[in-house]
């Protein structure tokens, strides 16, 4: 029968590659988005996810670490981890002045579209 211990280890350790995974995926798209110079909305609300996404992988970081027997594994993904932080405030950096450097201008087509289909769904009628 297979230690339950060792199987959960594993499912958090593919858990954390895929969060970083996500992190990696988050910076691509919000950089990108920058670069084309996209929605300012688009690339807050991408940051926000990529900083829940990444306070969950340092929390479940530091529930592998204390868990770890290898010191060497630790040391890597705690190196691994700390890369990903730098990278969200690297991230968070381009972001803030992207905004700074918009500030001021109208907010965009699409992004007034999107905010509408927020604030006011369209509603199916009811058949009752």
Known sequence: ???TAVIELEQK???RKRMRTQL???FKVINETVQQRGSRTAV???LEQASSVMKASNALNDE???NSANNEDYQKQFQ???NYV????DTKEIVEEYLRERMGEAPSVISNQIHQ??????RTPSTH
């Open 117 to 122: 289909q927020v604030v006011t769904p369209s």
């Open 44 to 46: 807050t609300t991408l």
């Open 1 to 3: 029968k297979p230690d």
């Open 86 to 89: 730098k990278s969200l405030a």
């Open 24 to 26: 990696t995926n988050f």
């Open 64 to 66: 592998l670490e204390l």
């Open 80 to 82: 691994k981890q700390l």
């Open 13 to 15: 350790k593919k858990l």
